[in-house]
């Protein structure tokens, strides 16, 4: 039986390898590729925000009886995340290589410090809280979240 935090640290680690290779293409300027990668990057990110926000979130919310804490912050990292795809998008579809550079490095020191509070604090916690449930909750996760 996975855990939650064995599922989504999986597919942080999915996300991320998936961000790399859309930005190397665009910071060298291979627009062709560049476009199709970011896709499938934001799409995958999207639905792991999603899952998050429609599965862990409400589930870890409910068992301690409080939508403050640890995932409020974490929907607000994700909100800041969202806008910073948007503003990249926004700089693919200019080909602008130095704002796209900026942007993405804006999202990925954010996702870096987003992922580490999520592995070594929200994800163990969400395990132990969740016990009862975690591995029902740690698949349905899996497959909103494919590797």
């Known amino acids: 039986m996975s855990s939650i935090r064995d599922v989504l640290a999986q597919h942080h680690q999915h996300c991320d390898e998936l961000f790399s290779t859309c930005e190397e293409a665009c910071l060298d300027k291979r627009w062709d590729a560049g476009g199709p990668a970011f896709a499938q ?72 410090q987003h992922n580490l509070k999520e592995e070594n604090i929200l994800y163990p916690m969400c395990d132990n809280v969740l016990a009862a449930d975690a591995g029902d909750l740690a698949a349905r996760l899996g497959a909103a979240c494919p590797s």
């Open 41 to 112: 990057f934001r799409a995958a990110f999207a639905g792991h925000l999603a899952a998050e926000e429609s599965l862990l979130f409400p589930a870890f919310e409910a068992a301690m009886g409080s939508s403050a804490g640890p995932t409020q912050v974490m929907k607000i990292e994700h909100e800041q995340m969202r806008g910073l795809l948007a503003a990249m998008e926004r700089a693919l579809a200019a080909q602008d290589r130095n704002d796209f550079a900026g942007q993405a490095d804006t999202l990925l020191i954010l996702m870096q």
